[in-house]
């Protein structure tokens, strides 16, 4: 089981010193794996407020070349050197606002893998594609980028997180069931793709996760753990979130 905080656009250098000691004092000896990814000016500090503890550091985005005239871009390599071993790629968020499609979503995760960066790659639909009874192809074509970006040899190395567009930020969670039922189907593609990929792959649910519906979530076979936007801002929350989790781990 895996859980990613995903801060967005929100944090403070106050905020990181007091909340991730606290976080890592919460859930020390846990036995998930977490992970938390401020915003790119405060990764170093994350570092080096939880040096000591098991929580990874992640970036939100990252370029897909190496270095270079990219103005205002941040490169894996960069994210390496300060300490960071995770990166978010896809994020519907950056899908939507700054015109990120499969392509390049695929690139980045190309590079990512290539680089030893862990990519945590976002695939999932809109309100709209689902009322239209689209989930499916939607969430195949994104994986299908992603899956080709990986290449069979690296393609078991990622975590994908599956984030319905509807929940976000929304307060409306996608039923533990309907949650279940992509999550089959991502594995099932990821195997067809690679064996070694559907059997190692873990796909989070990302979509309005809080200590209260995280359980009901977790217990579902496919769901492997969880990306958390608003409710990783809170210590207790979040490592409520990670407890419910390792309930999972204990039963499977
Ligand atoms: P949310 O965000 O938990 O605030 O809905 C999840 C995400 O966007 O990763």
């Not at 533990?176 to 039922?181: D, M, W």
């Not at 579902?220 to 999972?248: H, Q, T, V």
Request: proline share 5%; hydrophobic share 45%; glycine share 12%.
């Amino acid at each position: 089981m895996l859980v990613a905080g995903n801060w967005k656009m929100n944090g403070s250098q106050a905020m990181v010193r007091a909340l991730l000691p606290s976080l890592a004092g919460e859930i020390a000896g846990i036995g998930v794996d977490v992970v938390v990814c401020p915003p790119f000016p405060y990764l170093s500090l994350a570092v080096e407020c939880l040096a000591g503890s098991v929580l990874g550091v992640g970036a939100q985005d990252m370029h897909p070349a190496p270095c270079g005239a990219h103005t205002g871009e941040v490169s894996a390599q960069m994210l390496l050197d300060v300490g960071c071993n995770w990166v978010i790629l896809g994020h519907s968020e950056r899908r939507a606002g700054n015109g990120e499609d499969d392509l390049a979503v695929a690139r980045k995760t190309r590079t990512a893998l290539a680089a030893g960066l862990s990519p945590i790659v976002c695939v999932g639909e809109t309100l709209e594609q689902r009322e239209a009874g689209r989930t499916f192809d939607v969430v195949a074509a994104q994986l299908s980028a992603v899956l080709e970006g990986a290449g069979p040899e690296r393609a078991a190395s990622l975590v994908l997180a599956y984030e319905p567009v509807w929940a976000i930020g929304t307060g409306l969670t996608a039923s533990p069931e309907q949650a279940q039922e992509v999550h089959s189907r991502l594995r099932q593609q990821a195997e067809a793709f690679a064996p070694d990929a559907g059997r190692s792959l873990r796909v989070l649910y990302g979509g309005s996760v809080k200590a209260a519906n995280a359980a009901a979530l977790f217990a579902m076979p496919d769901i492997d753990g969880g990306l958390i936007g608003g409710a990783s801002l809170d210590a207790g929350e979040f490592a409520a979130i990670c407890r419910a989790a390792e309930g999972r781990s204990w039963n499977s």
